[in-house]
Antibody, heavy 120, light 113 residues
Framework: QLQMQESGPGLVKPSETLALTCSVS??????????WGWIRQPPGKGLECIGT???????YYNPSLKSRVTISVDTSKNQFSLKLTSVTAADTAIYYC????????????WGQGTLVTVSS | DIVMTQSPDSLAVSLGERATINCKSS????????????LAWYQQKPGQPPKLLIY???TRESGVPDRFSGSGSGTDFTLTISSLQAEDVAVYYC?????????FGGGTKVEIK
């Protein structure tokens, strides 16, 4: 059974960089057609796709965040990571990592999510 | 971006009764090349991540009870819970997977009447 777990600081100061890692177990991040993504959810609000990455390094970013986002993959550790620069209070959210079944496919496995608060 | 609009925002249904949630996309999410609608439904319970229920508008994910069904095509879709159970209390989201960026509806909260 695939499991995914987010890790990283729960508190980030405004203007700094948010950095999270997703560790994948029970399956290889290098397997075929799957993409690996980040989705966020402000407290009490809806879901927003941040971006996804294929183990080959191919990425897609939400245009609304593209200038501030980097997603990378480390196949040797079976992990992928998110960096979001110049954060503001509007970036406060639960950040989920998830597996995408394929390009333009839904997310079928999710991590439990981690709350990141942007505050001084 | 494709805008996904769900209705209603919330609904209260008696146990054993039918719950119906609507989702409308700002443009068609139907691919004629493979005859599939790129529309998914998720269930999110408090404190939990979303759970994939249905993809391609009407295909149930493995392990999802058959009281959940999806229908629709093009721009108009429906999620139906045929006989509401207590464990179905949750927020339900639709998502289009037709074009980047993938976008979600605003959610529909289902409660027990």
């Amino acid at each position: 059974q695939l499991q995914m777990q987010e890790s990283g600081p729960g508190l980030v100061k405004p203007s700094e960089t948010l950095a999270l890692t997703c560790s994948v177990s029970g399956g290889s991040i290098s397997s075929g057609s799957h993409y690996w993504g980040w989705i966020r959810q402000p407290p009490g609000k809806g879901l927003e796709c941040i971006g996804t990455i294929h183990y080959s390094g191919s990425t897609y970013y939400n245009p609304s965040l593209k200038s501030r986002v980097t997603i990378s993959v480390d196949t040797s550790k079976n992990q992928f990571s998110l960096k979001l620069t110049s954060v503001t209070a509007a970036d406060t959210a639960i950040y989920y990592c998830a597996r995408q079944q394929g390009w333009e496919q839904p997310f079928d496995y999710w991590g439990q999510g981690t709350l990141v608060t942007v505050s001084s | 971006d494709i805008v996904m609009t769900q209705s209603p925002d919330s609904l209260a249904v008696s146990l054993g009764e039918r719950a119906t949630i609507n989702c409308k996309s700002s443009q068609s999410v139907f691919y004629s090349s493979n005859n599939k609608n790129y529309l998914a439904w998720y269930q999110q319970k408090p404190g939990q991540p979303p759970k994939l229920l249905i993809y391609w508008a009407s295909t149930r994910e493995s392990g999802v009870p058959d009281r959940f069904s999806g229908s629709g095509s093009g721009t108009d879709f429906t999620l139906t819970i045929s006989s509401l159970q207590a464990e179905d209390v949750a927020v339900y989201y639709c998502q289009q997977c037709y074009s980047i960026p993938l976008t979600f509806g605003g959610g529909t909260k289902v409660e027990i009447k």
